[in-house]
Every structure is written in structure tokens, then in C-alpha cells.
């Protein structure tokens, strides 16, 4: 570029300039420096994320987020808004499950659909009025949606949409983290996802009227096993064949657990309020009854050592009060050995890998429990949004807590 055609651009930038409007030249400056602003906030939240060694991922049902929380610093880092827009129509979910992938690559979340608060809240832009001023809209089924979470960047990456009114209840992934299965309670069905491609892959179907709930997969990536909330059975899911088979509950099961050994399976069975222990060997079957004053327990998890389970005893639901206790159960005496005070109706439970601590959500008292397992006592309780659900633990060096 010469020196003559330099000179003549600036001069014409100058005049352009002049010929502007003082205050559009207000408002391009203003927005410049929002741009910058929101740059530089972006960026620091990237970097945040990518220095943080472990974080609880916590569904907040109530609120349509997901929590996210520093075990190190104690304190909650951020909420994810789940929230998303279709024609014109502010879109909310219901999160009730979340998981980490064992990989640690991503994060799982089983969102059930509404529209805006179960109420359908249309935007200015779409809303059409007809000859007497009433507002009419036509108002599609929201799809219950599988979202997927980078936890680098703590963002929604991917939305898998399964299917209206299902009421997707949990999500795991194979060892692998090559294969997500997913529980469609209204539906009586598992769904099968690449976890690689985000897309479905298969349906397997559950018994009629069973209603599977929770599900955990053996630490080998053989068998999945379901909790059958009306069937009051345990669904044993071949992984390799699909085929399903059911061995009888005396109870409502809620959700299981696999010993990290591979030798018990356990699932809750909320209205009988016993722990059923299946021996994935010898394929026996026995039950550990709770203390007398359980209100129904939900949620359980095994000690890395696979000698204890701590179950959550929520009640609420079904007509139950809500209970306040955490139950520590020996396995090899099958009996309760102590109990812990968390916050109103525990609800989630997951355990770190090095078993020194458990965290616990209380969905009444909308906070989270921090319970040493050394001293098995409460350490501390931090609110965290309304209906804290499902609970996973990512660390940066290990991957995610099966």
C-alpha cells in the first residue's frame, strides 16, 4: 500500500467520522467495551475451571441447574443453567440424576422437560395475537433431554433428546466411558447411548409397570443392575447379550450399588425400609432391616474398602416423613452400626475415592452435608439451591466416582 492511498483512507475514516452522529458514536464505543467485558469474563471462567483439581457435580432439581462445588476450598464455584430456548419459548428442565463419565471427560444429566416452571412463558417476539387480542399459541410436548457437561469449561456440550413425559430418572457409563444407559421410569425402559457420538443406540425394555429407577454397573462393565420401583425387583442387565433377567425384592427399590470388589450388589427398598444384599456369586439373597424409626431410604453408596454402605434415609414421598439420618451398614455383620444427623430428607450420597469423606444432598433443607468418615460425623452443611437430587464427584487425576 502506498503512502498516498494511506493518507486517503485516514481521511476518509476522519470524515466518516464526522458524519456520524455523536451519540451512535457513544453507543459503538459503549459496545466495544462490552464485547471486551464479556471476553475477559469468559476467559477467566475457562481458566477457572481448567485449575480445579476435584468438584461435586449436584442436580438441582428445583432450580433446573446443576451445582458445581470445590471439595478443597469448600465452596460452591458456580450453577449451570440448564435452561434453553425453542420458538420464541423459554425452556426449563428438571435435572434429577447427574454422573461423572469414569474418564473424567464429561459429565451426564437426566433432565426432564417443562416449560419455564411447568408453565409455558412465550417471549414478546412469538407472541401472536388474534382479532380480540387474546394471545394463542400452539405448545409442543418438551422432550425429557440426556445433557452432557464438559467439566473443563463447566458448559453444556451436548442435548439428547429421548422422548416426552418419560421422566428420565438415572444415567452410568460403562468403565469405559464408551456406553451411557439411562433409566425411562414412565416408559419401563433403558435407553442405550454412544457415549462417544451422543446418540441413541438401543431400547431395552423393562417389564411392564416395573418402572426402572436407579442403576449401577459392575466394576467389570458385565451387567448393569436396576432398581424396579413398582416391580419391586432388581433388574440384572446383561450388557453384552441385552438380555434382562429379575430376581424378587421384598420391597420398592430406589437404587442399587455394586461393591467396588464386585461381590454384593444392594439396592434400597424405600417402603419396607430395608437394604436388599444380593451375592453376585452365589446368587443369594438376604435383607438388612434399618433402624426402627427409617422413613424410606433413596440413595446408598459402598466404601472404597467394600466393607461399609452409608444409606440415605429420606422419606417425604409416599405420605413418609422426612428423616434426618444416614445409616452406616457393616456388610459383614448385615446389620446398621451407626447413624449420622445430615440435614432434612437425604436424598443423594457419594463417597470420595479415598473414603474420607461423604457428601450428602438434602432436597427439604436445600443444602448438602459434608460427614467425615473418620469421626462419621457431619462437618458441614452449605446450601446449595432448592431440591439437591443426584450427587458425582469429578477429580482431575482419577476421572469420575462410578
Do not use: C
Request: aromatic fraction near 6%; charged fraction near 20%; charge should be negative.
Amino acid at each position: 500500500m502506498t503512502k498516498e492511498t494511506t493518507t486517503k483512507l485516514i481521511n476518509m475514516s476522519g470524515k466518516l467520522r464526522m458524519l456520524l452522529h455523536p451519540k451512535i458514536i457513544y453507543l459503538m464505543n459503549k459496545f466495544s467495551i462490552f464485547l471486551a467485558i464479556v471476553t475477559l469474563t469468559l476467559s477467566i471462567n475457562v481458566f477457572a475451571a481448567a485449575t480445579e483439581r476435584e468438584k461435586l457435580y449436584i442436580a438441582i432439581e428445583g432450580e433446573g441447574k446443576i451445582a458445581v462445588f470445590d471439595t478443597s476450598k469448600q465452596k460452591l464455584l458456580r450453577q449451570i443453567d440448564l435452561s434453553y430456548e425453542q420458538h420464541g419459548m423459554a425452556m426449563s428442565v428438571s435435572p434429577h440424576n447427574v454422573q461423572v463419565a469414569p474418564d473424567g471427560k464429561t459429565v451426564w444429566v437426566t433432565a426432564n422437560g417443562s416449560h419455564g416452571g411447568h408453565a409455558g412463558k412465550p417471549n414478546a417476539a412469538e407472541q401472536n395475537e388474534d382479532g380480540d387480542g387474546q394471545h394463542r399459541m400452539v405448545m409442543e410436548a418438551p422432550s425429557d433431554e440426556v445433557l452432557v457437561i464438559d467439566p473443563e469449561t463447566d458448559e453444556v456440550i451436548q442435548r439428547i433428546p429421548i422422548g416426552p413425559a418419560l421422566h428420565l430418572a438415572h444415567v452410568v457409563l460403562t468403565p469405559d466411558s464408551s456406553t451411557a444407559y439411562v433409566t425411562a421410569q414412565n416408559e419401563n425402559a433403558i435407553y442405550k447411548l454412544d457415549a462417544h457420538q451422543y446418540k441413541v443406540t438401543g431400547k431395552l425394555q423393562a417389564p411392564q409397570g416395573s418402572q426402572p429407577h436407579g442403576l449401577r454397573i459392575a466394576p467389570d462393565g458385565s451387567r448393569a443392575y436396576i432398581a424396579l420401583l413398582q416391580g419391586k425387583g432388581l433388574g440384572i442387565l446383561d450388557l453384552a447379550s441385552g438380555k434382562l433377567e429379575t430376581v424378587p425384592l421384598n420391597g420398592a427399590a430406589v437404587q442399587t450399588a455394586v461393591t467396588p470388589d464386585g461381590k454384593f450388589v444392594l439396592a434400597t427398598l424405600y417402603d419396607t425400609k430395608k437394604l436388599a444384599v444380593y451375592d453376585t456369586q452365589s446368587k443369594s439373597l438376604h435383607d438388612i432391616e434399618l433402624l426402627k424409626g427409617a422413613m424410606g431410604p433413596v440413595q446408598l453408596y459402598p466404601t472404597p474398602d467394600s466393607r461399609f454402605v452409608y444409606v440415605a434415609d429420606q422419606g417425604h414421598y409416599f405420605g413418609q416423613s422426612d428423616s434426618q439420618w444416614i445409616y452406616k451398614v457393616d456388610l459383614a455383620k448385615s446389620s446398621v452400626i451407626w447413624s449420622v444427623k445430615a440435614g432434612t430428607a437425604p436424598h443423594g450420597i457419594v463417597i470420595a475415592k479415598d473414603g474420607k469423606s461423604a457428601y450428602v444432598t438434602n432436597i427439604v433443607s436445600d443444602d448438602m452435608s459434608v460427614i467425615d468418615l473418620k469421626t462419621d460425623m457431619e462437618t458441614a452443611r452449605i446450601p446449595v439451591g432448592k431440591e439437591p437430587n443426584g450427587i458425582s464427584l469429578w477429580s482431575r487425576d482419577t476421572g469420575g466416582t462410578p
